[in-house]
């Protein structure tokens, strides 16, 4: 199956709300009662769920702000996010928001959150500014987007950042990355077809216990 999400009421002949599926067999079908109040702007598959995120207020007629979970059957509100989410990503069993918010779930989180067990939280101390883009690479999740720096935890020190930083996963840190001198916002991340030799993220056993790599508490 293939999903496309947008701003669109109809794919072929299919009528739908924002968002639709292309199955095989059936050819493009709706998928439940869509999303409305806006578009789609970000969309995950992670094992039997989809989840998504743009810029609507409601998915399958519930309340759903800015993202929210298709299991194949029924759509979920994830706990509203306080501003329009563009950017999507996968790393494991956590799923990561990028957008224009500094909220998730009622919690703060600074245009960067991770939804695990049904809860948002923090990565870090997030971004001073909007996220467009995440890309999963090397251990790494890789984010691009309108800021210049990392916050290495919630109120805590900042490393310059400008327009791409990287998160590494294993060792709960920011790291400044060599094309933080980009010139303008980055608005798409995308690895080759081919072996990337970027470098690998540290593990959290090689992190300085003073926290000099930005050691964050818990993913």
């Known amino acids: 199956r293939i999903y496309v999400g947008g701003i669109m009421s109809q794919v072929c002949e299919a009528r739908c709300n924002n968002i639709a599926m292309w199955d095989p067999q059936l050819g493009w079908r709706a998928v439940g009662d869509g999303v409305l109040g806006g578009g789609v702007k ?12 743009g810029t609507f207020v409601q998915a399958g007629g519930r309340p759903a702000a800015k993202a929210a979970r298709w299991d194949g059957r029924v759509w979920h509100s994830m706990g509203a996010v306080g501003g329009d989410v563009h950017a999507m990503a996968a790393f494991g069993e956590y799923l990561f928001a990028g957008g224009e918010f500094v909220t998730a779930g009622g919690r703060q989180a600074s245009y960067l959150a991770r939804f695990y067990s049904g809860e948002w939280v923090p990565v870090g101390g997030g971004v001073n500014g909007p996220v467009f883009s995440l890309q999963s690479l090397n251990g790494c999740l890789w984010i691009g987007g309108a800021f210049t720096e990392a916050r290495l935890t919630v109120g805590g ?3 310059p950042a400008r327009y791409v ?3 590494c996963v294993s060792a709960q840190t920011f790291e400044a990355v060599d094309a933080s001198d980009a010139l303008g916002p980055v608005r798409a991340i995308q690895p080759t077809m081919h072996p990337v030799h970027a470098p690998t993220c540290p593990t959290q056993a090689e992190c300085p216990a003073d926290g000099t790599l930005g050691q964050a508490p818990g993913l």
């Open 157 to 159: 020190p900042s490393i």
């Open 42 to 53: 970000a969309l995950v598959v992670q094992g039997n769920n989809v989840y998504v995120g």
């Open 165 to 167: 930083v990287r998160w």
